[in-house]
């Protein structure tokens, strides 16, 4: 009799397995289809230009996918990505051209930031019970308004530190390999894309991660101050936000204070698309950045195509309630 249970749970384990590889699978031979497509359609899709372009897009949306990938296998959400990064750069700004200080003290403020306002948003949450819905759309206006206050509603210029658009434009692998120009903000995303891989696979908070995510009620009754775990992971989550931020201003050499409304959409279909259940408990980083690496090619292959602002808009909407509605399927047949 007691082995019925473990059959049934090793069973349950294994096809999960199987799910997220075949998952991972389809979304790697989209991106295939995609760029088969596209390069048939334009000779100008395949050029080492549009390439670097498609992995520079990918750089800030793959960073803020990985963000909220890690709330979203919590059963959270954070609608808040996407004018974090943007008030992470303002801050930057504020402090490496108001105050004129070096760039190290600039670099820590943006993460400080995103750590300090992922953990509000977790606070508000795990203390105060408000739905990750409600609480991360608050933090989404406060910190939209906020960084048009700081700023004045004017750009912040980055002139004054010159090494400051090296963080994202410049390329540590092409002064190695002059044939491989890859921008160092890649880099940056495949660091932070191992990183998070590292935490999810092999740490504490990770398995709280995925735990939380599968049955947040279940983990407290064992004892687990999951309060504690969530906060941490919604903090977490900020810091990369900062991450992004970073790469963004450097990329533009200025902070925009109205950037980053609308960049939390692209994150959640990228985080979606590459398999990760809205539901919780379950995800993984490599997806999402095959996730991201999607909608990047996608964009610029609609915007080669000159498919016109506003229906790839359409398009993009349309992938995310297709790839919610795949995700419902999934879990309906676990």
């Given at each position: 009799m007691t082995a019925t249970p473990a059959n049934g749970t090793s069973s349950a384990a294994a096809w999960l397995k199987a799910s997220q590889a075949h998952q991972k699978l389809l979304a790697f031979a989209s991106l295939v289809v995609l760029i088969i497509v596209f390069s048939l359609a334009s000779p100008n899709f395949m050029q080492m230009s549009n390439m670097i372009a498609i992995l520079q897009a990918t750089s800030v949306n793959g960073v803020l996918a990985i963000a909220a990938t890690l709330v979203i296998i919590t059963g959270g959400i954070d609608l808040s990505v996407g004018t974090l990064m943007t008030f992470c750069a303002v801050m930057a700004g504020v402090v490496l051209t108001y105050l004129g200080m070096p760039l190290p003290l600039g670099?820590?403020?943006?993460?400080l930031t995103g750590a300090?306002?992922?953990t509000i948003s977790g606070t508000l949450i795990a203390k105060m019970k408000i739905p990750p819905f409600i609480a991360t759309l608050g933090m989404m206006l406060i910190l939209k308004g906020l960084s048009l206050v700081i700023s004045g509603t004017k750009p912040i210029y980055f002139n004054d530190t010159p090494?400051?658009?090296v963080i994202s434009t410049g390329s540590l692998i092409g002064s190695v390999f002059p044939s491989l120009p890859i921008p160092n903000g890649v880099l940056i995303l495949f660091l932070v894309a191992a990183a998070a891989a590292y935490i999810l696979?092999?740490?504490?908070?990770?398995?709280?991660?995925?735990?939380?995510g599968s049955n947040e009620e279940a983990v407290r009754?064992?004892?687990v101050n999951t309060d504690a775990w969530k906060i941490g992971i919604y903090a977490l989550a900020g810091a990369i936000c900062g991450i992004a931020g970073l790469l963004i201003a450097s990329r533009l050499n200025s902070a925009q204070p109205a950037l980053g409304q609308g960049y939390e959409l692209d994150a959640i279909a990228a985080v979606v698309i590459g398999g990760t259940s809205l539901s919780?408990?379950?995800g993984t980083v490599l997806g999402t950045i095959i996730g991201a690496l999607i909608m990047s090619v996608l964009l610029n292959g609609l915007r080669i195509l000159s498919v016109a602002q506003e229906w790839q808009t359409v398009l993009t909407g349309s992938i995310i309630i297709i790839a919610v509605y795949a995700d419902m399927m999934?879990?309906?047949?676990?």
């Amino acid at each position: 009799m007691t082995a019925t249970p473990a059959n049934g749970t090793s069973s349950a384990a294994a096809w999960l397995k199987a799910s997220q590889a075949h998952q991972k699978l389809l979304a790697f031979a989209s991106l295939v289809v995609l760029i088969i497509v596209f390069s048939l359609a334009s000779p100008n899709f395949m050029q080492m230009s549009n390439m670097i372009a498609i992995l520079q897009a990918t750089s800030v949306n793959g960073v803020l996918a990985i963000a909220a990938t890690l709330v979203i296998i919590t059963g959270g959400i954070d609608l808040s990505v996407g004018t974090l990064m943007t008030f992470c750069a303002v801050m930057a700004g504020v402090v490496l051209t108001y105050l004129g200080m070096p760039l190290p003290l600039g670099i820590a403020a943006a993460l400080l930031t995103g750590a300090l306002s992922g953990t509000i948003s977790g606070t508000l949450i795990a203390k105060m019970k408000i739905p990750p819905f409600i609480a991360t759309l608050g933090m989404m206006l406060i910190l939209k308004g906020l960084s048009l206050v700081i700023s004045g509603t004017k750009p912040i210029y980055f002139n004054d530190t010159p090494s400051f658009p090296v963080i994202s434009t410049g390329s540590l692998i092409g002064s190695v390999f002059p044939s491989l120009p890859i921008p160092n903000g890649v880099l940056i995303l495949f660091l932070v894309a191992a990183a998070a891989a590292y935490i999810l696979g092999r740490t504490v908070l990770g398995r709280y991660c995925f735990a939380l995510g599968s049955n947040e009620e279940a983990v407290r009754l064992s004892g687990v101050n999951t309060d504690a775990w969530k906060i941490g992971i919604y903090a977490l989550a900020g810091a990369i936000c900062g991450i992004a931020g970073l790469l963004i201003a450097s990329r533009l050499n200025s902070a925009q204070p109205a950037l980053g409304q609308g960049y939390e959409l692209d994150a959640i279909a990228a985080v979606v698309i590459g398999g990760t259940s809205l539901s919780g408990g379950r995800g993984t980083v490599l997806g999402t950045i095959i996730g991201a690496l999607i909608m990047s090619v996608l964009l610029n292959g609609l915007r080669i195509l000159s498919v016109a602002q506003e229906w790839q808009t359409v398009l993009t909407g349309s992938i995310i309630i297709i790839a919610v509605y795949a995700d419902m399927m999934r879990r309906r047949r676990a």
